[in-house]
């Protein structure tokens, strides 16, 4: 696996635009909608406080990353931290269900936006239809070993950034910087709910620390490029969240959660700015879900590397990233088709919040000293986390209980198979730290 890793291939530009690349997905097309269902009319603020509890949570995966760069990134963290046991191999499996569920949310993000330019209807059978229809688009180019990294990523980012940036201001600009989307209260429990989403937003990050064995200087430029795409993000997802409150009211914005930035620029930009926007959308998820499935592919065979998961080929050619390859994008396509935005969204909060927490926890538990973390630090980011997924959990148990327990049951499955794999087949600590 290593040779397939070059080391000083990413520069710090190059690692930040993978961040933003990411993080300016499905995060800002498909949830600023949802949460303004949740958080009302301080919907912008839950972006806020979305980037400042990314901001803690950040602190365990820079400080692990300028120890120990690592091509294994979480997985490696996680490693460190507990040794290979159920504990750690789980939580990166629940890792990569998150970023899996991610691409499930792009996906379906990019079939409803595409729909909207045709007049179509955001709960017709088409949009599943598209978004698996764009996994295998990003399953083609991944597996042609076109890299969306390095210079296109760049040029990607650029645009995104550029791109959703001036639909802000103009939107903003167009209202008369009004903001349209008051009344109605979602109350303390619906604010602190609504962070869940606005981190989901942001977690795109975990990509930098993914990476890190290949970023140039990576012992100071990995926590540079995650410092600076978490801001770069914050800027941009408030021009956005203020432009749309500026375009729409609060129950139009509910309404059009699935595609509220393509409602948001037609009252403001018209025809053309609306088609602009919906033209935006569709870049930024196909080039988010190339990106996305590569680094879940990455992660899920080196976990096989580490033996931390089980290996089945079932009969196809090729190597351990060509199949992980192919469950990503089957995984992500099942979801696609069987969920819809606000169920993968919850999915993927659950799974990312409950792995974010057991990090933080085990750099505390057994690796601050070495590293020279700060306990406070990430005790509050533990505690922030607790906060937000109780709530979260409590909203959504209020309107769709379902949800919660299929989350609870998919966590409960994946801790039980690697415990019976685990079990099954032991890891000799240490017999992988070359990775």
Not at 270 to 298: K, P, W
Request: hydrophobic content about 55%; proline content about 3%.
């Amino acid at each position: 696996m290593a040779q397939s890793y070059k080391k000083n291939s990413i520069t710090l530009p190059g690692a930040v635009a993978m961040g933003t690349g990411v993080m300016i997905g499905a995060g800002i097309f498909a949830l600023t909608g949802q949460i303004a269902e949740l958080a009302g009319p301080l919907f912008p603020l839950s972006f806020v406080v979305g980037a400042i509890v990314t901001a803690f949570s950040a602190y365990s995966y820079i400080k692990m990353s300028n120890a120990y760069p690592s091509a294994g990134g979480i997985a490696m963290i996680l490693e460190k931290a507990y040794g290979p046991t159920t504990v750690a191999a789980g939580a990166s499996l629940l890792m990569a269900l998150s970023m899996v569920i991610n691409e499930s949310l792009v996906a379906r993000t990019f079939g409803t936006y595409t729909l909207r330019a045709f007049g179509g209807d955001a709960d017709s059978i088409l949009v599943p239809v598209l978004g698996v229809g764009l996994i295998v688009f990003a399953y083609l180019v991944n597996a042609s070993g076109t890299r969306s990294v390095g210079l296109l990523s760049i040029v990607m980012a650029v645009l995104k950034v550029g791109g959703i940036a001036l639909f802000g201001v103009s939107a903003l600009w167009a209202s008369g910087l009004s903001f349209e989307a008051t009344g109605g209260d979602a109350g303390a429990t619906g604010f602190v709910a609504s962070v869940a989403l606005s981190i989901l937003a942001f977690k795109g990050f975990t990509t930098i620390t993914n990476s890190g064995a290949e970023v140039t200087n990576p012992h100071r430029n990995v926590g540079r490029a995650i410092i600076l795409s978490i801001a770069i993000c914050v800027v941009v997802y408030l021009l956005v969240a203020f432009a749309v409150g500026s375009s729409l009211p609060l129950d139009r914005i509910v309404a059009a959660k699935d595609y509220a930035l393509a409602e948001a620029a037609q009252p403001a930009l018209g025809q053309t700015g609306f088609y602009l926007t919906v033209a935006l959308a569709l870049v930024a998820t196909a080039s988010g879900l190339i990106a996305s499935v590569f680094a879940v592919s990455r992660m899920l065979a080196m976990l096989t590397d580490m033996k931390m998961i089980p290996h089945s080929h079932f009969g196809m050619p090729g190597t351990i990233k060509d199949h992980t390859l192919v469950y990503t994008v089957v995984i992500a396509g099942f979801l696609t088709v069987f969920f819809d935005l606000s169920r993968i969204a919850s999915l993927g909060a659950f799974f990312y919040l409950v792995m974010d927490m057991i990090i933080h926890f085990g750099v505390f538990r057994h690796l601050r000293e070495e590293i020279g973390a700060r306990g406070w630090v990430l005790l509050t980011a533990i505690s922030l986390d607790a906060v937000v997924l109780a709530a979260f959990a409590t909203m959504k148990w209020q309107t769709d209980p379902l949800i919660v327990v299929i989350g609870l049951i998919g966590m409960a499955l994946v801790f039980l198979f690697v415990r019976v794999f685990l079990a099954r087949n032991p890891v000799r600590e240490g017999a992988h730290d070359d990775h």
